[in-house]
């Protein structure tokens, strides 16, 4: 507000008050004054059902449990290894110069 607007009605300013300052602009905030967005995560195509299994896992019960089983003669299917983790890596060698 200016200080024209904070004089009384009764027509005199307040002790201290200047009446005839200019009023000054404000710096933009660095960064230009835009909000920072939040990075986008991309959503899949299509919900999964709940019901969802990786065809690996699918693979793995399915097959390799049951071949597994008649090779090595398990009796119990808690003797049978399973796989925790599956890590794919792709080495791209000498086609990757980007230095």
Same mark, same amino acid.
């Given at each position: 507000m200016a200080e024209k607007d904070k004089t009384p009605k009764g027509g005199k300013a307040p002790e201290g008050a200047k009446g005839g300052e200019a009023k000054v602009a &404000? /710096?933009?905030k660095a960064g230009g004054g835009k909000k920072a967005e939040a990075p986008k995560v991309a959503k899949p195509a299509t919900p999964r059902p709940k019901d969802y299994k990786p065809r690996m896992k699918t693979l793995y019960e399915k097959v390799v449990r049951d /071949?597994? $089983? &008649?090779k090595f003669a398990y009796t119990n +299917? $808690?003797?049978i290894p399973k796989s925790? $983790? *599956? +890590? *794919?890596n792709m080495g791209v060698g000498e086609d990757f110069n980007y230095l």
């Open positions: &404000k /710096a933009p /071949a597994l $089983m &008649k +299917v $808690m003797l925790d $983790m *599956i +890590v *794919i």
